[in-house]
C-alpha cells in the first residue's frame, strides 16, 4: 500500500472545553488580567481557528459518536449510554485502519474509554486512563521489568472483572442514583478515576511520539487524545488556584463552597433550582478556569513535540471540545438539558503547515461532525465498496472547503439535544417537580445561520437570539422576527428531515431528500410564523 501522500493525523478532544475561556477566543482572566491559555493560544496562531464552531450534542457519548460517524445524533442514534453504535456506518478509526492508518487512542473519559458503546472499534491499541484499572503503555507504570509486565497481567484480570461492573452502572438507573450520592463520589471521583489522568496520559502521548520517531515505519499515524481536564469535580494544583484564584487560600467560605461542589455529583448536571450565589458563581468560574491554566500548562510540551517531529509539515492536527459546560448560566449547571452557547459553541482549531496557511480565522459556523469528513479526505482514503460511505458526500464536506470559501452546508450548524435519560430519571427521584419546570425530557435542537440561532424546543420554536448584539443570549427576540424565525424553522426542519433520512435508510445507501418539511411548514402556519 502505497502511505506517501496520507498525512499523520491528530486527533486531540478536549473534553467539556469551553470556547470562551481561551485566550485565542477573547478570553483574559478576571484575576490575571491576561489569557490563561498562551501555549493553545500559539497553537491557534499557528493554524487555523474556527471562531463559530457548534458541536452536534451537548454532551460527550452523541457528540463523540458525531465527530467518530460524521452523522448527527438523530442519525447514528448513540444518544444514551444504554446504547450502542450501529454497525451500518463505519467509525472513523475503522477506515483509516483498513486505509493503512496505526490507530491508537489515548482516553481519559470513560463514556468513551470504558463503557461498551462501540467508540473504540477500529484502534488498534486503546489506552484508558480512566476506570478503577486503567489501561496504559508499559511503561508508564514506572515498575521496571518483569515487575511492570507482572503488575499489567494482574491489571487485565481486574480490568476484565470491573468493566461489567462499571457499564452496569453507567445503564442502569438504580445503580446510577445511587453512585451520585454525596458519600460515594468521592470513592468514584478520584480511586476510580473519573476524570482519568490527563497529565499523564500527555506524557505518554509525548513518549510514543518520541519513541515512533526513531523507527522506520512508513505506516501512518492516527492517534487520538481525549482529556477530561475542565470537568467536574474541579480539584487543580495549588500553584494553578493561585494564579488565577488567589483568595481562595484566605476564604474558607470559598474553599467550602468548592469542597461541597466537588462531592455532590447529582448537581453536576442538575437544573439550578435557586440563581448560585455571587462567591458560588464566582468560586466555581474560577476553579474552572484553574483546570483550563493547568491543562494549557501540560499541553506545552505535546505542541512541543509536534513541533520537533521530521514530519511535522504533513501533519494535520486537529484540538477540538467535544462540547462546553454550563456554571449556573440560564438555570442550569452541567451539559445535560441545553442547547445555549456555553455548551454548543465549541473551540475548534487545525493545524497542518503544508496545506494551511497560519493565523487564518474563519467565521462560518461549522459542525464539528465534519471532523470525519475532513481527516477522511484528508488521508485521501476513498470508501470501500459496502462500508456505507460516499466518496463525494466525505469531499464535499471536509472543513477544507469552507476554508478555501466554498461552505458546502450554506454557512449554518445545527446540533441536538437528546437529555441524558439516567440524569434526568435522578431528577424525577430528587427533584421531580424541576423535570416539567426546566422542560428536562424534551428534545432540543438548534440551528446557527448569518449571526441569528434560533433553538426548538419539542418540536416548536422556542426561542430566537442574535448573537452578534446578545453573545450571552439574554434577549429572546422571536416575537419580533417571526420572518426569520420562520426562515430557520423551515431550515432545522429540512436538517432534521435529513438525518431522519440518513437514519432510516443508511444500510440502505438511499439518496437523502433536503426538502422543506411540510408537517412543520403546517406547524408554523397554526403558530402564526407564516401565512
Known amino acids: 500500500m502505497n502511505f506517501m501522500n496520507q498525512p499523520d493525523i491528530i486527533f486531540i478532544v478536549l473534553d467539556t472545553q469551553r470556547v470562551d475561556r481561551l485566550g485565542c477566543y477573547g478570553y483574559e482572566a478576571r484575576e490575571v488580567g491576561e489569557s490563561i491559555t498562551p501555549n493553545l493560544d500559539q497553537f491557534s496562531n499557528q493554524g487555523v481557528t474556527f471562531d463559530m464552531a457548534v458541536s452536534p450534542a451537548q454532551w460527550t457519548i452523541p457528540s463523540h459518536a458525531s465527530m467518530f460517524t460524521g452523522l448527527y445524533p438523530t442519525a447514528h442514534q448513540l444518544t444514551q449510554s444504554d446504547l450502542r453504535l450501529g454497525q451500518d456506518r463505519p467509525q472513523l478509526a475503522e477506515v483509516l485502519r483498513k486505509a493503512g492508518y496505526q490507530t491508537v487512542g489515548f482516553c481519559n473519559n470513560p463514556l468513551v474509554g470504558i463503557i461498551d458503546n462501540g467508540l473504540k472499534r477500529g484502534f488498534e491499541t486503546f489506552y484508558n486512563y480512566g476506570g478503577a484499572f486503567p489501561s496504559m503503555p508499559e511503561h508508564s507504570t514506572r515498575l521496571p521489568w518483569p515487575a511492570g509486565r507482572l503488575l499489567e497481567s494482574y491489571t487485565q484480570f481486574l480490568r476484565r472483572i470491573s468493566y461489567p461492573i462499571q457499564n452496569f452502572f453507567a445503564r442502569s438507573d438504580l445503580a446510577f442514583r445511587i453512585s451520585i450520592n454525596a458519600w460515594l463520589t468521592p470513592l468514584w471521583s478520584r480511586m476510580a478515576n473519573f476524570k482519568g489522568q490527563n497529565e499523564r496520559s500527555v506524557k505518554d502521548v509525548c513518549h510514543f511520539l518520541e519513541k515512533r520517531e526513531g ?224 422542560r428536562c425530557m424534551d428534545t432540543r435542537r438548534a440551528v446557527v445561520k448569518d449571526g441569528i440561532k434560533l433553538i426548538q424546543l419539542a418540536g416548536d420554536p422556542s426561542e430566537l437570539f442574535d448573537l452578534v448584539q446578545d453573545p450571552l443570549e439574554l434577549a429572546d427576540i422571536m416575537a419580533e422576527r417571526p420572518v426569520e424565525t420562520a426562515n430557520l424553522a423551515q431550515k432545522l426542519g429540512s436538517l432534521v428531515r435529513h438525518a431522519e433520512t440518513q437514519r432510516d435508510n443508511l444500510a440502505l445507501g438511499t439518496s437523502l431528500d433536503l426538502e422543506a418539511d411540510e408537517q412543520l411548514m403546517q406547524r408554523l402556519r397554526g403558530l402564526g410564523y407564516i401565512e
Open 215 to 438: 523507527c522506520e515505519s512508513r505506516r501512518p499515524l492516527f492517534l487520538f487524545l481525549n482529556l477530561m481536564e475542565t470537568h467536574m469535580p474541579f480539584w487543580p494544583p495549588g500553584e494553578f488556584v493561585e494564579k488565577v484564584a488567589p483568595y481562595m487560600q484566605e476564604n474558607r467560605q470559598a474553599r467550602n463552597i468548592i469542597r461541597t461542589w466537588n462531592r455532590e455529583a447529582y448537581r453536576w448536571q442538575a437544573p439550578v433550582a435557586e440563581p448560585l450565589a455571587e462567591l458560588e458563581y464566582q468560586v466555581l468560574s474560577d476553579m474552572y478556569d484553574a483546570e483550563v491554566a493547568y491543562q494549557d500548562d501540560y499541553l506545552a510540551r505535546l505542541f512541543e513535540i509536534l513541533e520537533g517531529r521530521e514530519n511535522k509539515n504533513d501533519t494535520l492536527t486537529v484540538v477540538v471540545s467535544d462540547h462546553g459546560d454550563g456554571l449556573g448560566e440560564h438555570g442550569y449547571f452541567g451539559h445535560a438539558f441545553v442547547a445555549y452557547q456555553e455548551l454548543i459553541h465549541v473551540p475548534l482549531i487545525f493545524h497542518w503547515p503544508r496545506h494551511l496557511k497560519a493565523g487564518q480565522r474563519i467565521t462560518s459556523p461549522v459542525s464539528t461532525r465534519r471532523i470525519y469528513h475532513t481527516l477522511l479526505d484528508a488521508a485521501g482514503t476513498l470508501p470501500q465498496k459496502g462500508d456505507n460511505l460516499d466518496p463525494l458526500e466525505i469531499h464535499s464536506l471536509t472543513l477544507m472547503e469552507t476554508i478555501r470559501g466554498r461552505d458546502p452546508e450554506a454557512e449554518t450548524a445545527f446540533a441536538e439535544v437528546y437529555s441524558p435519560m439516567n440524569f434526568a430519571k435522578a431528577i424525577k427521584h430528587r427533584q421531580p417537580e424541576l423535570l416539567e419546570r426546566f
